[in-house]
């Protein structure tokens, strides 16, 4: 569903970049003026040298401003 930035809330799942595991966000705080977001990354080594162990797995983390742009939720709890 699309959603105003400014009316996400708190645990919403929202579309970030690309159509994959990766390219989702957890809405992780919210203030007056923005929206904080986190999401997993990967970096991998060189599949043919490490046999294919991933390297290092970590959270990305960024805001945006509580505007009116639109942004595709995916998911929508209501916390208790």
Known sequence: ???KAK????????????????GTATVSRVT?????LVRPF????D??????????IG???YHIQRDNR???VLERKELK
Do not use: P, S
């Open 1 to 3: 569903m699309k959603v």
């Open 7 to 22: 009316d996400l809330k708190l645990a919403d799942i929202v579309r970030t970049h690309a159509d994959t595991n990766y």
């Open 32 to 36: 007056d003026e923005e929206v904080f």
């Open 42 to 45: 990967i970096h991998t080594g």
């Open 47 to 56: 599949f043919e040298h490490t046999g294919g162990v991933l390297w290092y």
């Open 59 to 61: 959270i990305e983390e």
């Open 70 to 72: 639109e942004v595709d």
